[in-house]
């Protein structure tokens, strides 16, 4: 299984690559090794939180559908099967984001309880309040609609999730 998922990676890196130096090539720059891994970080950072996304909904989905059969939670059902999807969802990305995005080279060191706890206040921070904010912004001040908002939400809080993990959460020691 792991020799799969080192191949499905190494895969997407080079598609990823060549299509960035393609890009880069016709504005006529060169990319550093550096862009490179940072680009090939973000790409990484953003199929690891599609699947988070999606396991996320799942968890809500079957969670409030067992909360609802067995008749726990009965008045806050969705908001209890929500933190269970949320907390689930956020370990789910600090493992793959841990494993896969933000690798520690050679002699680097990382407390890992210490990166996990700055995993959840920074996905709180970006998908709990700034979400919040930005969905009233675009819904009650813009008058986008309230469909369309949390995809514009995801234009903000990704790159700025990627940041925040990268140089806060991640950091090596």
């Known amino acids: ?12 890196e080079k598609i990823t690559v060549f299509f960035l130096k393609l890009f880069l090539g016709i504005i006529g720059k060169e990319p550093s090794d550096d862009m ?11 199929i ?10 799942v968890i809500y989905v079957v969670s409030l559908l067992q909360f609802r059969s067995l008749q726990i939670f009965t008045t806050a059902d969705y908001f209890a099967a929500n933190i ?20 520690l080279e ?10 996990l706890l700055k995993t959840y206040v920074s996905y709180s921070f970006t998908g709990l309040f ?20 949390p995809v514009i939400n995801l234009i ?5 999730n990627f940041i925040i993990n990268k140089f806060w959460a991640f950091r090596k020691q």
């Open 1 to 12: 299984m792991r020799n799969i998922t080192n191949t499905i990676w190494m895969l997407i």
């Open 36 to 46: 490179v891994n940072t680009f090939m970080q973000f790409i990484k950072f953003g």
């Open 48 to 57: 690891v939180g599609v699947s988070n996304t999606i396991l996320s909904y």
């Open 84 to 103: 269970l999807a949320f907390v689930l969802s956020v370990l789910w990305s600090f493992y793959w984001n841990n494993k896969m995005v933000f690798i």
């Open 106 to 115: 050679d002699g680097e060191e990382r407390s890992i309880l210490r990166a």
């Open 130 to 149: 700034l979400n919040s904010i930005l969905l009233v912004l675009w819904v009650n001040v813009l008058h986008v609609s309230e469909f369309i908002a």
């Open 156 to 160: 903000v809080s990704v790159p700025l």
